[in-house]
């Protein structure tokens, strides 16, 4: 090993009372390098209760037009910015990619959510081998199939029946 390569080596390990040598924190070993992110377009559609959003991604600096406008116009709660946001986030590619997305149906909730999972979709269709073990054990291509359930005859609503009267 080279003078440098010694020297990350005592910076990046403690040396416990036993001597052995240990790392608080996972370092990149020196035989696998860190796998370059593949950037390249991609499109897919995510559907969450009665929401769709067609998605689609391209190589950028982390612009997001909804409907032709801003994710922070669009999407008001930051709660809703960071669902739509977790995809980017679990692969640590936030700014790396533009999304264009159309949303339709649905209320602000489920267009979040179908959003989030065409972003998942998106970038599982850009690298399959290195995305999708880390988007799939997140829960982030599984679509939520959750609706409302419809109304019966005879009660208020799915479930809700009128009061009973016993005379």
Same mark, same amino acid.
């Given at each position: 090993?080279?003078?440098?390569? @010694?020297?990350? *080596?005592?910076?990046?390990? @403690?040396?416990?009372?036993?001597?052995?040598?240990?790392?608080? @924190?996972?370092?990149?070993?020196?035989?696998?390098?860190?796998?370059?992110?593949? &950037?390249?377009?991609?499109?897919?559609?995510?559907?969450? $209760?009665?929401?769709?959003?067609?998605?689609?991604?391209?190589?950028?600096?982390?612009?997001?037009?909804?409907?032709?406008?801003?994710?922070?116009?669009?999407?008001?709660?930051?709660?809703?910015?960071?669902?739509?946001?977790?995809?980017? +986030?679990?692969?640590? %590619?936030?700014?790396?990619?533009?999304? &264009?997305?159309? &949303?339709?149906?649905?209320? &602000?909730?489920?267009?979040?959510? +179908?959003?989030?999972?065409?972003?998942?979709?998106? *970038?599982?269709?850009?690298?399959?081998?290195?995305?999708?073990?880390?988007?799939?054990? +997140?829960? %982030?291509?599984?679509?939520? +199939?959750?609706?409302?359930?419809?109304?019966?005859?005879?009660?208020?609503?799915?479930?809700?029946?009128?009061?009973?009267? $016993?005379?």
């Amino acid at each position: 090993m080279n003078e440098t390569a @010694e020297v990350e *080596l005592e910076e990046t390990y @403690e040396v416990n009372e036993d001597g052995v040598a240990y790392s608080s @924190e996972s370092a990149p070993s020196l035989e696998t390098p860190a796998r370059p992110a593949t &950037i390249a377009p991609a499109g897919a559609t995510g559907r969450r $209760k009665e929401a769709v959003a067609r998605v689609r991604i391209v190589p950028g600096t982390g612009q997001w037009t909804v409907n032709g406008r801003t994710l922070e116009s669009y999407f008001p709660n930051k709660l809703h910015q960071q669902v739509v946001n977790e995809p980017f +986030a679990n692969l640590q %590619l936030e700014g790396r990619f533009d999304v &264009i997305a159309r &949303i339709h149906g649905g209320g &602000i909730t489920g267009q979040a959510g +179908a959003l989030r999972l065409g972003v998942a979709r998106c *970038l599982n269709e850009v690298d399959v081998e290195a995305n999708r073990p880390s988007l799939k054990k +997140a829960g %982030l291509l599984t679509r939520d +199939a959750r609706v409302i359930e419809r109304k019966k005859a005879g009660l208020k609503k799915a479930r809700k029946a009128p009061q009973f009267s $016993k005379r």
